[in-house]
């Protein structure tokens, strides 16, 4: 695990994320049904865990990257936390959606089982082309310090 001080991990707070694009591909929506036992679907609707989807792979940050920013990395044992999605319009196969996001909190606590540990919370939002922002996902991850 790694010293860090809360104060370095307080600064991360409001820091925008690089962001990206993600392009929804038909055959990803039909892979995705076929794993989740979801009907195939025969018009351009996506899965609605295609926001989360989208959300992470268009960040613009590995999840490594995302760690090595928390000043942690996979060897520190980080977990993830919670994710809260929303889904404001249907996302479409065959559309490219732009992604951007920030570091939103960070709190230090304290549990019985981990000890002392960071959760870092970012919020990453999915937009469509035509700018509206077509859904949301708030995650947290959970990184293990040393006292």
């Known amino acids: 695990m790694t010293v860090v001080p809360f ?28 794993v989740l036992g979801s009907p195939q679907r025969h018009d351009d609707l996506a899965h609605p865990m295609f926001c989360y989807y989208a959300a992470l792979g268009g960040m613009g940050l590995s999840i490594a990257d995302l760690f090595e920013l928390a000043h942690s990395s996979a060897e520190d044992g980080p977990m993830f936390g919670e994710c809260d999605m929303e889904v404001h319009l249907p996302l ?39 700018g ?16």
């Not at 104060?7 to 049904?33: A, C, D, I």
């Not at 920030?102 to 089982?113: C, L, N, Q, S």
């Not at 981990?114 to 035509?130: H, K, M, N, Q, S």
């Open 92 to 130: 479409r196969t065959g559309t490219t959606y732009a992604v951007r996001g920030e570091i939103t909190d960070v709190k230090r606590k304290r549990g019985g089982a981990i000890g002392t540990f960071d959760l870092l919370t970012f919020r990453l939002e999915v937009v469509a082309p035509g």
């Open 7 to 34: 104060e370095r991990m307080q600064e991360l707070v409001g820091r925008k994320l690089p962001g990206g694009s993600f392009e929804l591909e038909h055959y990803r929506n039909w892979l995705t049904n076929d």
């Open 132 to 147: 509206e922002v077509a859904g949301a996902c708030t995650n947290s991850f959970i990184f293990p310090r040393q006292a």
